[in-house]
Nanobody, 119 residues
Framework: QVQLVESGGGLVQPGGSLRLSCAAS????????MGWYRQAPGKQRELVAT???????NYADSVKGRFTISRDNAKITVYLQMNSLKPEDTAVYYC?????????????WGQGTQVTVSS
């Protein structure tokens, strides 16, 4: 069993910053990719950023230049540094990971953390 535990969400003013963290635990053998998705009220869940085992990253156009994804392989943790936040960044942010646990490869999700950008 794999667990993804997110932290770091909250309320921030426009132009502010937040850092999200997501730690994976369990009988993890390999981590292929980790990333962040978000879902705003009334909208579909969308990709924010991903990082694969090589360190290569991918970002949604809407966050390029403002958000930075990184990972600590030793801690099996992924981070999302969010700068210059806008009201349209308001959403529940979900951590996602492509992991082999025991002998099974699967996709796992965190419980979500709320990010609210408002004055």
């Amino acid at each position: 069993q794999v667990q993804l535990v997110e932290s770091g969400g909250g309320l921030v003013q426009p132009g502010g910053s937040l850092r999200l963290s997501c730690a994976a635990s369990g009988r993890i053998r390999s981590v292929y990719a980790m990333g962040w998705y978000r879902q705003a009220p009334g909208k579909q869940r969308e990709l924010v950023a991903t990082i694969i085992s090589s360190g290569s990253t991918n970002y949604a156009d809407s966050v390029k230049g403002r958000f930075t994804i990184s990972r600590d392989n030793a801690k099996i943790t992924v981070y999302l540094q969010m700068n210059s936040l806008k009201p349209e960044d308001t959403a529940v942010y979900y951590c996602n990971a492509d992991i082999t646990a025991a002998f099974t490869r699967g996709e796992y999700w965190g419980q979500g953390t709320q990010v609210t950008v408002s004055s």
